[in-house]
């Protein structure tokens, strides 16, 4: 499949996120001005939910829905909703949220601008995580220049919910906004639309936006020109662990995952790949070749995430780090389910005891029974991330599960781990 | 024909357990006391254990849904 990406694509009117201006008046130049229909456009807003369903944009926040169906969604639950933009970036490895917008917050803003007249929604509510001040002030400028030209169409307002790990997920994003509850909700019919009091609400992801921003103005075609034929456009990936430069690239979809990491410039070989985030999945060596897209990614068990590829280097240790990793998605728990509040300490626990050299003849009989249990049973995702993470851990670094079960010992457990954990991590 | 499912509301379910105890055919519990269910139609037998579960559950975490299907 790596024969579908297009090495070379052409320049001129490409499609791409990083390197716009950051004030308004740049973004002006570049871009001409908002062209939004505001009310009852029917023909308009299929017009741009027409372009959307062409480009085949899938939501770059992790779960990677078609944005198209989403907006036919929002679009068929009324007016008056608010259009929610996602700046929320729970994952601790991710930064490209941040990045864009700090760098290109009017692409982010056009994109929900566009969204909200095509789902005349009256308002538009950026997330941004209290103590992130820095991408707070460059949203609240970008607001203010917009204010004062009087470019937006519908009103726009950055606030502020809690910094922890599922607080951005979409229904604890509009439980926070409806009545400052930042907990996931139980939806066991997810095509009943969100709802801010009486209105809908449509969440996306602040990079999904500024896709978005970008096919409204341009048509699917640019968008279309880049990435593999079965998934078009380009990406926003973190890449980090053992990488010289560690930071946000943007690739086309399908790029193969060892030349992703090969942006970041690797210090040393690197034994396996931590793709889609911590709740993602570890991806071993003979696959390293895997185009970076849903469906190959599926076919390896694993999953595009939220756009994250870690690169464990050869002296790490795979079951130390995903022990770590568990420990810390344990503590970022919403402490609602039962499964996920019982479940992830007791599978986080089995791995410390794996890792450090303390297994007993029942833990790996216990450890697989408990991540069968957990699987599923939560109102949100959360704890399936762990969930994959753990079971993908057990195939890709199998060798050294079994060292570990045999009791032999792990200088990395002991050592400071390279992975990033946010603390504190307790609730 | 109408098919039953059993839905559990995990935000709701405090592991009271009664559920396992009136129909322990289709609920079973982890080993923090939550109950399983397999999401698989009820046997037509079973609907009215069903009934009696969901509505003697202390939390009303217990929801069931019909679905009508044409045969």
């Not at chain 1, 907006?71 to 949220?97: C, F, I, Q, W, Y």
């Not at chain 1, 998605?329 to 479940?343: D, E, K, M, N, R």
């Not at chain 1, 069968?372 to 399936?384: E, F």
Request: glycine share 12%.
């Amino acid at each position: 499949m790596g024969n579908d990406v297009r090495q070379a694509p052409p320049r001129g009117a490409l499609h791409h996120l990083l390197g716009h201006p950051t004030d308004l008046s740049g973004h002006i130049d570049a871009h001409g001005p908002l062209a939004v229909a505001l009310g009852r456009h029917e023909s308009w807003q299929a017009a741009l939910g027409a372009n959307l369903e062409a480009s085949g944009l899938l939501g770059r926040g992790g779960g990677g829905f078609p944005s198209a169906t989403k907006l036919a969604l929002a679009r068929a639950h009324g007016d008056g909703g608010t259009l929610v933009v996602n700046g929320m970036e729970g994952e601790p490895a991710s930064d490209k949220d941040k990045v864009l917008l700090t760098r290109a917050p009017h692409l982010v803003l056009d994109g929900a601008q566009f969204l909200a007249a095509a789902c005349r929604a009256r308002r538009v509510v950026v997330c941004v995580p209290a103590g992130r001040d820095g991408v707070a002030t460059a949203v609240l400028h970008a607001i203010s220049e917009r204010s004062s030209a009087r470019y937006a169409r519908v009103s726009e307002v950055i606030v502020r919910p809690p910094d922890r790990f599922v607080a951005g997920e979409e229904s604890a994003l509009t439980n926070w906004i409806d009545s400052q509850t930042a907990l996931p909700v139980f939806r066991p019919d997810k095509g009943v639309p969100l709802r801010i009091g009486k209105r809908a609400a449509l969440v996306h992801n602040a990079e999904t936006l500024a896709h978005v921003a970008l096919i409204a103005r341009n048509g699917p075609e640019p968008f279309l020109a880049r990435g593999m034929a079965e998934e078009p456009g380009t990406c926003l990936i973190t890449i980090g662990g053992a990488v010289a430069q560690p930071g946000v690239v943007e690739i086309e979809r399908g790029t193969p995952l060892r030349d992703i990491v090969r942006l970041g410039t690797p210090v040393e070989s690197f034994q396996a790949l931590l793709v889609g985030g911590y709740g993602g999945s570890w991806v071993g060596p003979d696959d390293f070749g895997t185009p970076y897209a849903s469906i190959p990614l599926r076919a390896i068990g694993a999953g595009a995430g939220v756009g994250v590829i870690i690169a464990l280097g050869a002296t790490g240790c795979g079951v130390a780090e995903t022990a770590r990793i568990t420990r810390y998605l344990a503590g970022q728990s919403a402490g609602q389910c039962g499964p996920c509040v019982f479940g992830l300490p007791a599978i986080a626990d089995d791995l410390a005891r794996l890792a450090g050299g303390q297994s007993d003849p029942g833990l790996m009989t216990r450890l697989q029974r408990r991540l069968g249990q957990v699987n599923g049973r939560g109102a949100c995702r959360h704890p399936d991330g762990a969930v994959s993470l753990v079971r993908s851990a057990l195939s890709v670094f199998r060798a050294d599960v079994a060292a570990h079960e045999r009791g032999e010992p792990c200088g990395q457990w002991h050592r400071p781990s390279p992975l990033r954990f946010p603390g504190p991590t307790a609730r | 024909m109408t098919t039953v499912r059993i839905t559990i509301d995990p935000v709701a379910c405090d592991a009271y357990g009664y559920c396992a105890e009136l129909l322990p055919e289709a609920i079973v519990l982890d080993e923090w006391g939550y109950p399983i269910v397999d999401g698989r139609p009820l046997p037509a037998d079973l609907v009215a254990a069903a009934r009696r579960a969901a509505r003697d559950c202390p939390r009303r975490a217990i929801r069931l849904t019909l679905k009508s299907s044409a045969g």
